[in-house]
């Protein structure tokens, strides 16, 4: 499996992106999707997860009411929308697949990782 984030670059605060992350694997449907974050001299933290069918999603409450994860099974997609960008949202952002229908909160639940792409928010 294979995942491959794109979307990241500079954004002033106030602004929105959107992080698409691209899998190579046969049933794309079979994997609950993860989107987690890495500032410099921070842990791993999770954003968003979403399950395989899509209609079940958690947020992170740092996210919450700004950021939207989805996913599209037949493109083999998973997408975080991200509006009102803060300062400190800036970070690494990784996308991860678990081989089951249901997501975990907690990164060592996950078992493939992409290369990550970097948010900054900056003026």
């Known amino acids: 499996v294979q995942l491959v984030e794109s979307g990241g670059g500079l954004v002033q605060p106030g602004g929105s992106q959107r992080l698409s992350c691209a899998a190579s694997v046969f049933i794309f449907s079979s994997y609950a999707m993860g989107w987690f974050r890495q500032a410099p001299g921070k842990e791993r933290e999770v954003v968003a997860a979403?399950?395989?069918?899509?209609?079940?999603?958690y947020y992170a409450d740092s996210v919450k009411g700004r950021f939207t994860i989805s996913r599209d099974n037949a493109k083999n997609t998973v997408y975080l929308q991200m509006n009102s960008l803060k300062f400190e949202d800036t970070a690494v952002y990784y996308c991860?697949?678990?081989?089951?229908?249901?997501?975990?909160?907690?990164?060592?639940?996950?078992?493939?990782w992409g290369q990550g792409t970097q948010v900054t928010v900056s003026s």
């Open positions: 979403i399950a395989w069918a899509g209609r079940n999603t």
């Open positions: 991860a697949a678990r081989a089951a229908a249901y997501y975990l909160r907690d990164y060592n639940g996950y078992d493939y």
